[in-house]
């Protein structure tokens, strides 16, 4: 069975600039995650989709954060613009209702 | 709102002692408890999912028991070994499949 698909691994981009993250959940898996791992702390999450319907979306920062799910399957994350307390890694994980969870490799952002 | 708690942030040991990493979580309506380890620069992999009807999961070396009342998870590692040390996460699972993880435990297993 194929994993959590994200691209790309890493990205460097100026403060200012805009970003954007690819997710592939595991086929079938209705609910999609998108957490941000700053260094040395755990993941935070920013957006939880159930199929291609936001379920919760309280701390991503709405000014500069959207996030997408076409047709319940992929995901994209976008940044704009990006500012230097963005860089992190983005992780994409993805479940069926009330299971484990599978988290992709991440992307680490740097943002300079 | 759930907290999830890590105690220690970080650990040193020997190889050969066990592990014992706790994890501890406000509130008990949870769905189930999911232990993960993050090696660097890596996503995230599964260990141990505890559903809230059981006490304690097992897989290999690793033990993961769960005290709903009590809001707490304990993860034992038996026999540590050098390619044990990575940091390991917990996470609550609660209504919602809202997904809650701590600050993690980094763990450095000595030759």
């Known amino acids: 069975e194929a994993g959590v698909a994200q691209s790309p691994r890493y990205k460097i981009i100026e403060k200012r600039q805009s970003v954007a993250f690819w997710c592939n959940p595991i086929?079938?898996?209705?609910?999609l995650y998108w957490y941000q791992q700053i260094l040395g702390q755990g993941p935070k999450l920013l957006i939880q989709f159930q199929n291609n319907g936001v379920v919760d979306d309280s701390q991503l920062p709405k000014d500069r954060f959207s996030a997408e799910r076409l047709k319940g399957v992929d995901s994209t994350l976008k940044i704009q613009p990006a500012k230097l307390e963005d860089s992190a890694v983005y992780l994409c994980?993805?479940?069926?209702?009330?299971?484990?969870?599978?988290f992709g490799q991440g992307t680490r952002l740097t943002v300079v | 709102k759930q907290e999830v708690t890590q105690i220690p942030a970080a650990l040193s040991v020997p190889e050969g002692e066990n592990l014992v990493l706790n994890c501890s979580f406000t509130?008990?309506?949870?769905?189930?408890l999911q232990w993960f380890r993050q090696d660097p620069g890596k996503g995230l992999t599964s260990l141990l999912l505890?559903?809230?009807?059981?006490r304690e999961q097992t897989s290999g070396r690793l033990n993961a028991s769960l005290d709903k009342s009590s809001g707490r998870s304990t993860l034992y590692i038996a026999a540590s070994q050098p390619g044990d040390s990575a940091t390991y996460l917990c996470?609550?699972?609660?209504?919602?499949?809202?997904?809650?993880f701590g600050g993690g435990t980094r763990v450095l297993v000595k030759p």
């Open positions: 509130d008990s309506a949870i769905y189930n």
């Open positions: 994980a993805s479940s069926l209702v009330v299971t484990e969870a599978f």
């Open positions: 505890i559903q809230s009807s059981q």
């Open positions: 996470a609550a699972q609660a209504a919602g499949n809202k997904l809650t």
């Open positions: 086929s079938g898996h209705a609910t």
